[in-house]
């Protein structure tokens, strides 16, 4: 298996779309909605990508399309457009919706929780077992593990200024990972008395 997970921070990158079909534009509203600027080539955009801020292109602009783009993505049924594309896109990250093996980046499926955005890749093996774990993921996180979450970041961001030694601040982290007090506070969803709970006794370690 010769790909790796990565998350890339795509605002303000540019990316161009080769297509304006159902994939298409789920690639562009993905792009979209993670601040990339993003342009498409093909014959007419929804509503939803315009308000967006995507700007449809000709196709007859691919190669001033595909210089200006940091992000190239085939997602066309013209076979013909895909390979010229692909051809000229020579120093670009490329994603194939046709042939997902043969280009560079792999657009995973993903879903969020709260702030929490997880992705599953199959090796291009089976997205429908994708969406079926999807599914089965969704079912089993809760909003007591979100707010878990919310109040390990709180504490991180207190014992970092409080302790310089990464080791302690990581046993600190499972210790209020543990709290029997902090957990009800939590099942009760009293999140400002779990914070102050936190507050008092990292204070505690001055």
Same mark, same amino acid.
């Given at each position: 298996?010769?790909?790796?997970?990565?998350?890339?921070?795509?605002?303000?990158?540019?990316?161009?779309?080769?297509?304006?079909?159902?994939?298409?534009?789920?690639?562009?509203?993905?792009? /979209?909605?993670?601040?990339a600027?993003?342009?498409?080539?093909?014959?007419s955009?929804?509503?939803? /990508?315009?308000?967006k801020?995507a700007?449809l292109? @000709?196709?007859?602009?691919v190669?001033?399309l595909v210089e200006?783009?940091?992000?190239?993505?085939?997602?066309?049924?013209d076979?013909?457009?895909?390979?010229?594309?692909?051809?000229?896109?020579?120093?670009?990250?490329?994603?194939?919706?046709?042939f997902?093996?043969?280009?560079?980046?792999?657009?995973?499926?993903?879903?969020?929780?709260?702030e #929490?955005?997880?992705?599953?890749f199959?090796?291009g093996? @089976?997205p $429908?077992?994708?969406r079926? $774990?999807?599914?089965?993921?969704q @079912?089993?996180i809760t909003?007591?593990?979100?707010?878990?979450?919310? /109040?390990?970041d709180?504490?991180? @961001?207190?014992?970092?200024e409080? /302790?310089?030694?990464?080791?302690?601040?990581?046993?600190?982290l499972?210790?209020?990972?543990?709290?029997?007090?902090?957990?009800d $506070? #939590?099942?009760?969803?009293?999140?400002?008395?779990?914070?102050?709970?936190?507050?008092?006794?990292?204070?505690g370690?001055?």
């Amino acid at each position: 298996m010769d790909w790796t997970s990565l998350y890339l921070k795509t605002s303000n990158l540019n990316v161009f779309i080769l297509g304006t079909g159902e994939v298409a534009t789920r690639r562009a509203n993905k792009f /979209l909605d993670h601040g990339a600027n993003v342009r498409l080539a093909g014959n007419s955009l929804s509503d939803e /990508l315009e308000h967006k801020g995507a700007v449809l292109c @000709s196709t007859d602009d691919v190669d001033d399309l595909v210089e200006w783009s940091d992000i190239v993505v085939v997602a066309s049924g013209d076979e013909e457009m895909c390979d010229y594309v692909c051809g000229i896109a020579h120093d670009k990250l490329v994603n194939r919706a046709d042939f997902p093996q043969k280009g560079d980046v792999i657009v995973p499926t993903s879903f969020n929780i709260g702030e #929490i955005e997880i992705s599953i890749f199959t090796n291009g093996k @089976s997205p $429908l077992m994708a969406r079926q $774990l999807r599914k089965k993921i969704q @079912s089993i996180i809760t909003e007591e593990d979100i707010l878990k979450i919310e /109040l390990q970041d709180y504490a991180r @961001s207190m014992l970092k200024e409080n /302790l310089e030694n990464q080791k302690e601040r990581r046993k600190y982290l499972y210790e209020i990972f543990e709290d029997e007090h902090i957990n009800d $506070l #939590i099942e009760e969803r009293k999140l400002d008395e779990a914070k102050a709970y936190i507050d008092n006794l990292i204070r505690g370690l001055e």
